[in-house]
């Protein structure tokens, strides 16, 4: 297991190898991290998209990316894994140290092979996923292992509205809260740097969680140097709901994370492959770029109030058609804003 994390050191050291990033670095919870992450998501869980992975990963990591997203969940195990052998490879060749490199991963849905034989069934919502506090401590332990690393710079609970198909809202929260005690107590453990939520209709659908009511239950168990400080959300060209949607009081999801303190990450930055080919009058708007799955990546990491962008990478063309924005920086307020009004406004 390699010992360390992020820090803002290292990974200030890292940004400063590559002086041509305009605006790639971010000042993320006191760290120099990368505008665009690696996502593991799609994929079949076979050999050969290991190695895709790996590849991939280990041109994102030289390239000058810095942040990792994956989940034990992701291919059965396979991406964390892909990972911690790009990882070593780099790591053992002195060209990159642990504290130069943001790792996440996710815990919640059972997966094959990594499911704890002392889980209940009364724990377990639909028979997919369990917020269980000894669960998800388990899930970390073995991201941990998969991964080979001693301390996770995040752990996301996995999409946790998954439960509200089964429970009602009152009962969801209330595992949320436990589930917040034990990550807590993993931080102060340093098995963990933060935790967060990551979600896919979380935050934006009806009826189902609040930012500000899960702020209170971290505060309520860790007080105000509490480690839930990052939620990840799905935000692209065709899913904008987190920018516009607001609540009863005209605050959106991104603005109650900013006063909050919460970076934002936006996940299918690509919808999924969806967005790499784009209208004419779409490329116009977003110039500087030659291809659409960079633009559609300059359109996400330039939404104010999101800090990483990330983007699915399982092969090196990927990662050197989306690092493209790496030389170009982000679009002003006034030009993305532009991307809303009609083409003849």
């Known amino acids: 297991m390699l010992h360390g994390f992020a820090t803002p050191d290292g990974t200030r050291l890292l940004s400063e190898r590559f002086p041509n990033t305009s605006g790639f670095y971010r000042d993320i919870a006191g760290l120099h991290l990368s505008s665009l992450g690696l996502g593991t998501y799609l994929g079949p869980s076979d050999d ?11 041109l994102a990591l030289r390239s000058g990316l810095n942040v990792l997203d994956t989940a034990i969940h992701y291919r059965e195990q396979r991406s964390e894994r892909a990972l911690r052998t790009a990882l070593r490879t780099l790591i053992n060749a002195n060209e990159l140290q642990r504290d130069q490199v943001f790792v996440a991963t996710k815990a919640g849905f059972l997966t094959p092979g990594a499911i704890p034989e002392s889980l209940q069934q009364e724990d377990v919502a639909g028979g997919i996923h369990s917020l269980h506090p000894d669960f998800i401590e388990d899930q970390l332990n073995r991201s941990r292992e998969n991964l080979a690393l001693d301390t996770l710079d995040l752990l996301y609970l996995h999409n946790p509205e998954t439960q509200l198909h089964f429970a009602p809202l009152e009962a969801v929260e209330h595992r949320i809260q436990l589930a917040f005690e034990r990550l807590e107590k993993l931080s102060a453990e340093r098995l963990i740097r933060y935790y967060g939520v990551a979600t ?9 969680l609040s930012l500000e009511r899960l702020i209170d239950l971290a505060r309520y168990v860790g007080g105000e140097d509490h480690r839930f400080r990052f939620i990840q959300l799905p935000f692209n060209l065709g899913t904008i709901d987190a920018y516009l949607q607001r609540d009863e009081q005209g605050v959106s999801v991104l603005k ?40 559609a990546i300059q359109f996400t990491r330039s939404t104010p109030g999101i800090s990483i962008a990330l983007a699915g990478m399982s092969n090196i063309e990927h990662v050197r058609e989306n690092l493209e924005v790496a030389g170009v920086p982000p679009m002003s307020t006034l030009d993305y804003e532009k991307l ?4 003849d406004a």
């Open 200 to 208: 896919w209709e979380g935050f934006t659908s009806p009826e189902q």
């Open 48 to 58: 050969a998209t290991d190695l895709a992975y790996e590849q991939a990963a280990l």
């Open 340 to 343: 809303y009004r009609p083409v």
């Open 256 to 295: 109650v994370a900013a006063r909050a303190g919460i970076t934002v990450v936006a996940s299918a930055s690509l919808h999924q492959g969806q967005l790499i080919n784009l209208p004419e009058v779409i490329r116009t708007r977003i110039p500087g770029l030659h291809s659409d799955p960079a633009r």
